[in-house]
């Protein structure tokens, strides 16, 4: 496995949003939507009352090899703190019921910051997919409502292990706010890898499979992004990384309806999210 690309990325320019007072995502043009949606990712203003700083400098303590974060207890195999196999990430990653047991108040609240971002999001690219508002939490599996799942992870890249940073994929749920310190992250675009470089004062947001389940007989679909984070060398600047992952509730429904609420399809979470595994392209 080679530890950079074959050949070297470009850089592609991606749009830019705001949410504004009203929690209502805007871009600067309807083109620049239109390629986000096309994209499936873009970036975000942070927001004036997030207090980014904050969250990172916590995500930087979990370096420190005493840090008692590091002894969080593991529920299965997406919660708790874990090493990646076959990656670089080693991170901090918990679901929004555990934030108040396990995360200092601060960072639980910023966790619930993110959620208003998160379903201010959903809520935009639902109004454009044209499905009827009535319909939105039950095509959502509740997370439009406040509902669902949510995952606030703090992701560290060891340099120790040789591997790469992070595969390529797809994000399986809804949106992906990503805050990242360092540059890394690429972006497939008919099939050639891009970087996306670091934008201060913005978070990089990516849809996800879930995302364009529900919306795939809608008036406007929205795509899954193929990403991946190349492998991480010590003479790199110090990579870490804010990941909010807006899921739908994992044991619940997704629903598929077209502007005229009908229904289209349907799917369980748990068998979407199999069948999003089986079919995962594996990279050589």
Known sequence: MPQRPAVPSQTTDLPIAAISEGQRMVFATPE???????LGIFYLRV?????????????????VSDSPYRQTPQYGE????????????????????????????????????LDAIGIAIMAEVLRQSGIPETL???????????????FLNFVHYDTRTPDWGLRPH????????L?????????????????????PGH??????????????????SVGAMVHRVVSQKAEDPVRHGIVYFANPDLDG????????GQIRGSSSVADLFALLEKNLTEYA
């Open 32 to 38: 620049d939507l239109d390629r986000a949606w096309q």
């Open 179 to 199: 805050d990242a310190s360092a540059p890394g992250l690429q972006i497939e675009v008919e099939g050639e890898f891009h970087d996306v470089p670091v934008l």
């Open 253 to 260: 429904m997704l629903w598929q309806f077209d502007a005229a």
């Open 78 to 113: 997406l919660e708790g703190f874990i090493a990646l196999e076959n990656n670089q990430q080693t991170k901090l990653a918990l679901c929004r019921h555990h934030w108040d047991r396990h995360y200092p108040d601060t960072i639980a609240g910023f966790g619930r910051q």
């Open 203 to 220: 978070l990089v947001i990516n849809f996800g499979e879930a995302l364009h389940f529900i919306t795939a007989y809608s008036q406007r």
């Open 136 to 150: 939105w939490g039950r095509a959502s599996g509740g997370y439009s409502e406040g509902g669902g799942t949510a």
């Open 47 to 63: 927001p004036a009352s997030l207090d980014l700083e904050c969250a990172r400098a916590f995500g930087r303590e979990l370096i």
């Open 170 to 177: 797809t994000d399986y749920g809804f949106v992906t706010i």
